[in-house]
Every structure is written in C-alpha cells, then in structure tokens.
C-alpha cells in the first residue's frame, strides 16, 4: 500500500526551465528525505527535513531547494535545470525518532533536453 | 570513497536456488536497510536489520555490526525475484549520513 506520493511520475522539460516536484507521505514520519538515482541506478542522497530542520548534502548545486509547508509534505523545486539532472527523485520518509527505517516514494523521473 | 560495497555486482540463479548478497561498509553503521527495486520501479524496503538476524518469508538477513557488514539470503529464488537489491546504511545517528551501496543485480532464470 502506498504511503509516499509523489507527483508528477513524469517530467520532460529544455534546459534553463523550472520544475517543481511534490512529495506528501501519510504515515505520519517526522522526517523525509530526497534522493536522485542516475542511469546507473546509483542512489545519492540529496536533503533531508526533520522538524524544520534541514540537512544539505554539500555536493547538491544550489538550483536545487526543498520545500515543506509541515511535516507531511516535502517538495523539491530545480530553478534552472541543467541536462545532468535527469534522473529519477525519489522521495522518502522515516520515524525519524532513533530509527530511520525509510518508505520510498513511487520516484519522479526527469529527462532534460 | 565509497561508503557502501555489496557483492556481488550481478547474479544469474535457476530458479529455486539460493542466493546470498554481501554488504560491507567502512564505518559502523546504526541504522542498516535491505531494499528491492524492480526494473523501472521504486525501492521497496525488505528488511530493517541494524543487527542481528531478522527473516521475513524466503529473505533473511544477518548483520555483524562490529564486522561492518550484513548479508542477504534469498532461499528458493523465484523468477519474481529478479530485480536490483541494495543495502543502505546509517552510519553515527544523523540521518544526513545515509548511504546506498551499488546494488546486486540478481536475475533469476527457468
């Protein structure tokens, strides 16, 4: 049963656009994450959100920003995408209460032209 | 370097036979995860096992943590069970630090 959603499953845009991905989970997780997995199925970890506060990962380039209205939703917006950003997102949560046994998201694929 | 190392890289099986997947990781981990992806598809959590033993239905997982690593035992391997399994893991107790290894590509043949 799916308890992380994330919209939209698709997204074709040029170089230079803005995109916006959203995330909601309802399993009531303190804490969510998200990730970018690239054509090599490698999983990178890109921000995590627990409580207001948030955890960058360094080598994320500044295009990239999440944004949460309360704990249940975390979005991702690229302000200018670039064409190494295609990938799959993928969005996760966890209790985030000592343990982070994590729920993943169904992913956004992105494909930059 | 690479924080997360499983093994092996990919693995052919006939059905019914059984399959073991090795995480290593170069710091201790708090939190340690199994996941399956199927081709295309999102990650599945499998087990949740920061040490210990835990099984669920064919699957069972065996960490050793001062070992630094875990293993994944896949007994009677079904052709459903082709797809890509990775271990994640946590290492100190923030939650910024989690890891994903490579992936095992496992494929199971009639």
């Known amino acids: 049963e799916t308890a992380v959603f994330q919209t939209p499953n698709y997204h074709v845009t040029q170089v230079g656009n803005e995109v916006s991905f959203n995330c909601k989970q309802t399993l009531g997780h303190d804490t969510m994450y998200w990730y970018k997995q690239d054509s090599k199925k490698l999983l990178k970890i890109m921000f995590s959100?627990?409580?207001?506060?948030?955890?960058v990962n360094e080598t994320v380039p500044r295009r990239f920003s999440p944004q949460s209205s309360d704990k249940a939703h975390l979005n991702l917006r690229i302000k200018s995408v670039e064409p190494e950003d295609s990938a799959v997102y993928l969005c996760?949560?966890?209790?985030?209460?000592?343990?982070?046994?994590?729920?993943f998201g169904p992913g956004t694929r992105l494909t930059v032209l | 370097g690479q924080q997360v190392q499983q093994s092996p890289a990919s693995l052919v099986l006939q059905e019914g036979e059984n399959a073991e997947l090795q995480c290593n990781f170069s710091?201790?981990?708090?939190?340690l995860q199994w996941f399956y992806q199927r081709p295309g598809g999102s990650l599945v959590s499998l087990l949740y096992?920061?040490?210990g033993t835990k099984h669920t239905g064919r699957l069972t997982s065996t960490t050793v943590t001062k070992e630094r690593r875990s293993s994944l035992h896949i007994s009677s391997s079904q052709i459903t069970d082709s797809g890509t399994y990775f271990c994640?893991?946590?290492?100190?107790?923030?939650?910024?630090?989690?890891?994903f290894g490579k992936g095992t590509s496992l494929t199971v043949i009639p």
């Open positions: 096992n920061p040490s």
């Open positions: 996760a949560s966890s209790p985030g209460t000592g343990v982070y046994e994590q729920y």
């Open positions: 710091s201790t981990a708090t939190q």
């Open positions: 959100y627990n409580n207001k506060q948030l955890i």
């Open positions: 994640a893991m946590e290492r100190d107790t923030g939650y910024q630090n989690f890891y």
